[in-house]
């Protein structure tokens, strides 16, 4: 009896003596796991907070990233290189000239096409004025066969002259998408100088120069279009029933330099008409 007693006192003494260091263990372990796991929290927060990702969230980021890039060069390549306005007044003043400016409209599209072998583009919207209201546009076209349709089916129809709202107009365009430069051509003007002036003075800010190209040379006229063309940046040139070659190469000219700038232009006015080389001068002491 009392061998037992003894060997149930001796197991409860291993079993005081193993408690305390058991429960340190367990303690320590259990410890060591709380910290573990809240550091990992720690960190996957503080990852999130830094903006960083897992590698393949990275990767996939990356390649995302280079399609939108991939996506933005090819849009940028279907872009025409240049936007040119074609500004027409078609009071019955011009129904003389009307037939000669559709077919030099064509002309000046194959210039542009054959530019450095086809790399500028060009896209032309035309607008115009006749009556005493009336103010129309075209939707911006890359080849000259949807404009030459609209201009054949245009009549001139006697009224005053809107360039201001012709100008106002290119104010717009530009604003939602660059244009390259502004072409006008009429034979007399019916507004305030000073506004008109005022409103090509603007368009220089814009980075639109204006070409102005008058037929016959009303003189009250003339001394509008000259400054309105030098202040736009641009250049003013006139012409008459017999210059229709002239007027073929200014046209040419102004297109050329839409789409492959001065240098271009330049280039250009060594074998045109002599009025080319003095518009690319104009525009050369402007640069």
């Known amino acids: 009896m009392s061998d037992s007693n003894s060997d149930n006192n001796s197991d409860k003494r291993k079993q005081s003596e193993k408690s305390p260091g058991s429960l340190v263990s367990g303690w320590l372990a259990r410890g060591k796991a709380a910290l573990s796991e809240k550091s990992s929290q720690v960190n996957r927060q503080s990852g999130r907070q830094s903006g960083q990702l897992p590698s393949s969230q990275k990767v996939d980021a990356f390649l995302q990233k280079a399609d ?23 009071t019955a003043s011009r ?13 000046m599209f194959l210039a542009v096409q054959n530019l450095d072998a086809g790399q500028h583009q060009l896209a032309v919207q035309l607008c115009y004025f006749k009556g005493y209201a009336g103010f129309y546009r075209t939707d911006w076209f890359r080849d000259s066969a949807p404009l030459l349709k609209v201009m054949g089916k245009m009549r001139c129809e006697a009224g005053i002259t809107k360039i201001e709202r012709v100008l106002s107009h290119i104010q717009t365009e530009t604003r939602k998408n660059k244009v390259q430069a502004a072409v006008y051509i009429g034979d007399c003007m019916e507004e305030n100088p000073d506004r008109l002036i005022q409103k090509a003075g603007e368009l220089r800010l814009l980075g639109v120069p204006l070409f102005i190209f008058q037929e016959g040379a009303e003189p009250s006229a003339k001394s509008c279009f000259q400054r309105m063309a030098d202040v736009s940046g641009g250049a003013y040139a006139s012409f008459d029933n017999s210059s229709a070659d002239q007027l073929r190469d200014l046209l040419k000219a102004v297109a050329i330099y839409a789409g492959g700038g001065l240098s271009a232009l330049q280039q250009f006015s060594q074998i045109a008409h002599p009025a080319v080389a003095r518009l690319s001068h104009q525009l050369g002491g402007k640069s």
């Open 95 to 107: 129904e003389a000239t009307w037939d000669q400016a559709s077919q030099l409209q064509a002309e």
């Open 68 to 90: 939108q890039t991939r996506a933005v060069a090819a849009v940028r390549e279907k872009q025409p290189a240049g936007r040119l306005i074609f500004a027409l007044d078609a």
